[in-house]
Antibody
């Protein structure tokens, strides 16, 4: 059974940093692209970015709203995905979901339970 | 960026009804269209990929169709557990964008 478990959320002040983790199990992690998607309170879903797999150079892609502030990385030996968030803004307040992608082009197939990040002074 | 527009924003229907949600893309996306179901306080669940393919375990009362710019998600024989918000999303290119959601309530 695929499991994606996010951690690391919490309260942070504007301008601060936070690192989210996603522990994956139940599938061959190294084969898959992995994404982050967020959802502000009471709002819709927003794609944040992705980490491609080793076969695609571990390259990363980002939404314009986070590019230059957020960094996605992965550790295949630990089957984990990370989201380093710097220069946080109030509008980054959201539940952050770790998502497994499959197929070509990649579509989302499994979601974690999410972790809440609150940016507030 | 490709804009995804869903309609209606909300609907109310009775158990056993057939419900249709539409999603329109602002440009052609082939069949690179997914649907997700989200219940309050829960993570989204993947229902459909490639416009019409159900993920494993999704009940057969759910079906998707469409190609190009216009897509539909149909729930036949609506059940109480189908009360949720449904989102479409394209994966034709980056950024992946979602529709604004359709809230389905059971009368």
């Amino acid at each position: 059974e695929v499991q994606l478990v996010e951690s690391g959320g919490g309260l942070v002040q504007p301008g601060g940093s936070l690192r989210l983790s996603c522990a994956a199990s139940g599938f061959i992690f190294s084969d898959h692209y992995m994404d982050w998607v967020r959802q502000a309170p009471g709002k819709g879903l927003e794609w944040v970015g992705r980490a491609r797999n080793k076969a695609n150079g571990y390259n990363t892609d980002y939404a314009a709203s986070v590019r230059g502030r957020f960094t996605i990385s992965r550790d295949d030996s630990r089957t984990s995905l990370y989201l380093q968030m710097n220069s946080l803004k109030i509008e980054d307040t959201a539940v952050y979901y770790c998502v497994k992608s499959s197929g070509s082009p990649r579509y989302f197939d499994c979601w974690g339970q999410g972790t809440l990040v609150t940016v507030s002074s | 960026d490709i804009q995804m527009t869903q309609s209606p924003s909300s609907l109310s229907a009775s158990v056993g009804d057939r419900v249709t949600i539409t999603c329109r893309a602002s440009q052609v996306i082939s069949n690179y269209l997914a649907w997700f179901q989200q219940k309050p306080g829960k993570a989204p669940k993947s229902l459909v990929f490639a416009a019409s393919n159900l993920h494993d375990g999704v009940p057969s009362r759910f079906s998707g169709s469409g190609f190009g710019t216009d897509f539909t998600l149909t729930i036949s024989n609506l059940q109480p557990e189908d009360s949720a918000t449904y989102y479409c999303q394209h994966y034709n290119n980056d950024p992946r964008t979602f529709g604004q959601g359709t809230k389905v309530e059971i009368k």
